[in-house]
């Protein structure tokens, strides 16, 4: 059975500026941190990550340029500006927010049913 | 969109490289399939595989060109390419092209600003919704100049306009003066012609009060082209004796290049609003302009000055039989008149009205 969840509208954004932290890093390289770091969790369409990267290169969160990958072959090579990096910390600190807001909702509902 | 993003799409448009992102999909293919080989894979399940976990590869190029969204940009661009080909290809047609739209954006241009001038600007005299013409009905039907007898009445009776001017209609004098002799178009005015349209001279003065009398009307006022071309333009020429038809004026002023009314007029001169001409009645042969008060509608001023026709037909039966006021705004002469001097501006007035 696939128990993965579909991303919610916006998330990938962050996931791709989070995994561009640690480095630059190809389209193909960027999909599988997102699903190593999910352990899998999460459904990622890998072409959904293209219009995704179009956007933040846009907003100019990051930069591209073409690279050699690790086995000899020519990428594009996604890098994190400091636009993308002062982004993502907002990005995070209002992802926490989301979370604790949305899950100290559901749990009173939780304790209902349960009781 | 800040203007970073709008310089970068810029960029993006001018120097992007189109098979960019399908070399960049092809790459990402690639990687998955010999990761999955890697894994064990058969090389075609790997390369299913790979395709399952990207998903539609034509509809992810065009969402991520999309994010561009300047399609219709796009397409032109691609149209300016495609003609600029098209004309580099064929110089002759492009010599052809650039002369047709450049006459085409001349003529128009040419046209427009006549129209401009001619119809759709308000007249150029100041409080123009309150200029009307008056003229005259006749037992014939039509309307008629009006009799300067009549006119004289108009001005002294009536009480919804704050001034009314009279001025005669433009005939050609001889000019002998300073300098060579010259046919000059003169028009004969009430002296507070230019007061009313509120109109001043760019040199010298006006018409002063009085002054439309015998004994002090030997005076003129010229127009700006006029002064242009025969006194050099001049200041010197204030002051200057000319003859007009062996009568001699003295040069007071002269107009604005704007003015133009009557349009054709190169010397403007006094009446002898004393003279026999103004106390005949039965003609017809003066314009009338009046400026009615403020508040006061074309109806109202037309009930007043026919109210005073009236009481001339009865006192003067016989050359006022069914002599009546008629008014008319003055912009609607201003059009006819003008309008005439320019066949594709009554063609276009005929067409629109």
Known sequence: ?115 | MSWRRTLSKVRFLLWRRPDDLAEEIRTHLAMEEAENVADGMRLEEARDQARRRFGNVTSTEERSRDMWTWTVLETLRMDIAYGLRQLRRNPGFAAVAVLTLALGIGANTAIFSVVNAVLLQPLPFSDPDRLVEARETEEAPGTYPVNPADYLDWQAQNRTFEATTVFSWTGNRNMAGPNEPAAAAVTEVQANFFKLLGIAPTAGRSFAKGEDVAGRNRIALLSYGFWQQHFGGKTGAIGKTVELDAERYTVIGVMPPSFHFPSTTDVWVPFDMNGKNFKTRGNHGYNVIGKMKRGVTLEQARQDLLGISLRLEKQFPDANSKVHAVLFPLKDRWWAERGSGCWCCSALWRWCF
């Open chain 1, 1 to 115: 059975m696939d128990d993965r969840v579909d991303l919610i509208y916006g998330a990938l954004d962050v996931l791709i500026l989070r995994t561009l932290q640690w480095g630059p890093a190809h389209g193909h390289g960027i999909a599988k941190s997102i699903e190593r770091m999910s352990e899998d969790a999460l459904k990622v369409e890998h072409g959904s990550l293209y219009p995704a990267l179009q956007r933040l290169l846009q907003e100019g969160w990051i930069t591209a340029a073409w690279g050699i990958s690790d086995n000899n072959q020519r990428a594009k090579y996604y890098r994190l500006t400091a636009a993308g990096r002062r982004k993502l910390t907002a990005e995070t600190s209002r992802w926490d927010r989301f979370v604790r807001a949305v899950t100290g909702v559901l749990r009173p509902a939780e304790i209902e049913e349960g009781g």
